[in-house]
């Protein structure tokens, strides 16, 4: 099954911003999302519903799960420090 991965606004800002060497782990690690939303390394964020993370170095993805629709809904993007705020 391939999952439709969609960006909100704030996190496509976010992913445009970062330097280049991690744009692109980042990228990757969305895109792999459509084939594996559950990662190994993936947490699923308490009381925050169905969010999980993943880590890319010192970034966190933060993204919701839809299985019924086969949707994966990015939520932020953001360095470790900022991203929990």
Do not use: W
């Not at 970034?59 to 993007?77: G, H």
């Amino acid at each position: 099954m391939i999952y439709d991965v969609n960006l909100s606004k704030s996190a496509e800002k976010e992913l445009y911003k970062l330097p280049k060497s991690y744009y692109l782990k980042i990228r990757n690690a969305i895109d792999n999302l459509a084939e594996n939303p559950r990662p190994i390394a993936c947490l699923k964020l308490t009381n925050k519903g169905n969010q999980y993370r993943i880590r890319v170095g010192v970034y966190r993805i933060i993204y919701s799960i839809f299985d019924e629709q086969l949707v994966i809904d990015i939520i932020a993007i953001g360095h470790r420090k900022d991203i929990y705020k």
